[in-house]
């Protein structure tokens, strides 16, 4: 049986493409996300009582994978992407009906010039379209004592982050752009080994290039997008 959904909303984020995003919505706190609402769901109705919640869960499509496709196993970066699991069971934005869901705190709610959920943290490329809301529950959601396989512990920032170049970032810019290259974004399989690649991302209003060795990693380069 087929279903048809449609996107409520669009995410308004720093991240301009899938390269560098956290790869979980609670790694980098310095960002802020926004779920602007459209068409019909652009109205107070719908979300009314929900500033009474702490956090919200987001399902979400990978709009940038739509057209990639989707394999049987894949390969988890905490894995070293190197060993390969089932598709179900990982966090891969490569699956069946590319869908998502994260859980995000809820920064609050705006309503001019259209209804807006903003987001402390989050892990959503810009553009990226919502199909639903759901507000977390304490005692339903959260389960103690679960296992969770190869990810039982949170990843830790990876990097040290130093600056080749001089810039005039504000301090919340130049803390969002360490933080997300301090839990190094590069492919698993070349993460902890020696690495003479130049890489670049587009973040925030900036394209950024720089270079890692070893446990460093070294902005060499910031222009504007």
Sequence with gaps: M????????????????????????????????????????????????????????????????????????????RLGGNKKVGVFASRSTFRPNGMGMSVLPLSKIEYQPSTTLVFAGGDLVDGTPVYDIKPYIGYADAITNAHCGYAEQAPRAQLEIKWAIKHNLVMDEQRLIEQVLAQDPR??????????????????????????????????????L
């Design 2 to 77: 087929s279903h048809s959904i449609e996107a409520i909303g669009h995410i308004q984020s720093p991240y301009k493409e899938k390269f560098a995003v956290p790869r979980q919505p609670g790694l980098v706190t310095q960002a802020q996300t926004r779920l602007v609402l459209e068409g019909n769901y652009n109205s107070p109705d719908v979300v009314a009582g929900l500033a009474d919640f702490s956090h919200v869960w987001l399902i979400f499509g990978f709009h940038q994978n739509f057209a990639a496709g989707w394999q049987h196993k894949v390969r988890p970066p």
């Design 187 to 224: 492919p698993g399989y070349r993460q902890g080994k020696p690495d003479n690649h130049q890489y670049g991302v587009k973040l925030l209003r900036y394209n950024i290039r720089f270079v890692i060795e070893n446990s460093l990693c070294l902005i060499t380069e910031l222009t504007p």
